[in-house]
C-alpha cells in the first residue's frame, strides 16, 4: 500500500507529492433552502489552503462531485472553485479535476482537462511510513468501476462518516486487498455541508460504490485536528461487535 497520511478531509500520498480531497460540491450552499448564505465558499478555501500549507504538495486532485448541481453551473460557483484552484496556484501545486457523477457541468466552469480517473506513481509502504516496490495509485470518483487497474484505488462519493461515542465524525475508509487485489482509500466529503452517510452498521451492498466489496474489511481512519493524527479503528466487521 503506498503510504499516506489522513488529514482534514483529505489523504496527502508523500511518494507523488499529491494531496486528494474528493466531493467538493461546489455549489452546495445554493442549493440549500436557507436566507441566511451558509458560508461554503470560505470555508472550503480556508480548509483547502491549510492543508495546502501543511503538506506542501506538487498537486491537487479533485476526487470527482467537484460541483453539487448537476443541471447548471452559476457564477458564483465559477467564482469558488476559480478560489480553489487559484489557491492550489498561489502554494505550487497544480489542481487536477476528475469528474463525478455530479459533474455533468464542469467543463463549463473548468477550461481544463477533466480526467475520469488519473493515475499516480509512486513509492509505497503503509499508512505509518513503512518502504517498499514503486507502487500505482489510481484516483477516481468511484461511482464507477475505473478503466484502470492498480495496486491503490482513491475514491469518494459515498461521504463516509462514524458515529463514536454519541459523536458523528467524516472518515477515511481504508481497504487493504479488497478491489481487483488492490487497496481502497474512501475518503469523506470535503464540504461539510454535503450530507455524510454513517459507517457504523452498514454491510458491502449499503454502499453505492462497487468499489466496495467487502464492508467488514474497511478500516475507519478519523482524524483529530486537536492531535493531528489520524485516529485508527479496527475494521467495520468487528467494531460493529464493540459498539
Known amino acids: 500500500m503506498s503510504e499516506f497520511v489522513v488529514g482534514d478531509r483529505a489523504v496527502f500520498l508523500p511518494a507523488s507529492g499529491t494531496l486528494v480531497v474528493a466531493d467538493l460540491h461546489v455549489g452546495r450552499d445554493e442549493a440549500s433552502d436557507v436566507e441566511v448564505p451558509l458560508g461554503e465558499r470560505a470555508d472550503l478555501r480556508d480548509r483547502l489552503a491549510a492543508s495546502l500549507d501543511r503538506f506542501s504538495p506538487a498537486e491537487v486532485v479533485f476526487a470527482g462531485d467537484v460541483l453539487h448541481s448537476f443541471g447548471r453551473a452559476s457564477a458564483a460557483t465559477e467564482t469558488s472553485l476559480n478560489?480553489?484552484?487559484?489557491?492550489?496556484?498561489?502554494?505550487?501545486?497544480?489542481?487536477?479535476?476528475?469528474?463525478?457523477?455530479?459533474?455533468?457541468?464542469?467543463?463549463?466552469?473548468?477550461?481544463g482537462p477533466v480526467h475520469d480517473e488519473y493515475r499516480l506513481v509512486g513509492k509505497p509502504g503503509d499508512d505509518s511510513g513503512g518502504g517498499g516496490e514503486e507502487s500505482e495509485v489510481l484516483v477516481c470518483h468511484g461511482h464507477e468501476d475505473p478503466d484502470g487497474v492498480a495496486d491503490c484505488y482513491v475514491?469518494?462519493?459515498?461521504?463516509?462518516?462514524?458515529?463514536?461515542?454519541?459523536?458523528?465524525?467524516?472518515?477515511?475508509?481504508?481497504?487493504?486487498?479488497?478491489?481487483?487485489?488492490?487497496?481502497?482509500?474512501?475518503?469523506?466529503?470535503?464540504?461539510?455541508?454535503?450530507?455524510?452517510?454513517?459507517?457504523?452498521?452498514?454491510?458491502?451492498?449499503?454502499?453505492?460504490?462497487?468499489?466496495?466489496?467487502?464492508?467488514?474489511?474497511?478500516?475507519?481512519?478519523?482524524?483529530?485536528?486537536?492531535?493531528?493524527?489520524?485516529?485508527?479503528?479496527?475494521?467495520?466487521?468487528?467494531?460493529?461487535?464493540?459498539?
Open 83 to 111: 478560489g480553489l484552484t487559484a489557491a492550489c496556484r498561489d502554494r505550487g501545486a497544480r489542481p487536477v479535476l476528475v469528474a463525478g457523477n455530479h459533474d455533468t457541468m464542469l467543463s463549463s466552469v473548468w477550461d
Open 155 to 243: 475514491v469518494g462519493h459515498d461521504h463516509p462518516t462514524i458515529t463514536i461515542e454519541g459523536r458523528r465524525r467524516p472518515c477515511v475508509l481504508y481497504g487493504p486487498g479488497t478491489y481487483r487485489s488492490g487497496d481502497v482509500l474512501m475518503l469523506p466529503a470535503f464540504n461539510r455541508l454535503a450530507p455524510g452517510v454513517e459507517v457504523n452498521g452498514m454491510r458491502t451492498r449499503d454502499f453505492q460504490s462497487p468499489l466496495v466489496t467487502d464492508a467488514d474489511a474497511l478500516r475507519p481512519l478519523v482524524y483529530d485536528d486537536a492531535a493531528d493524527e489520524a485516529l485508527r479503528f479496527p475494521p467495520l466487521g468487528k467494531l460493529r461487535r464493540l459498539l
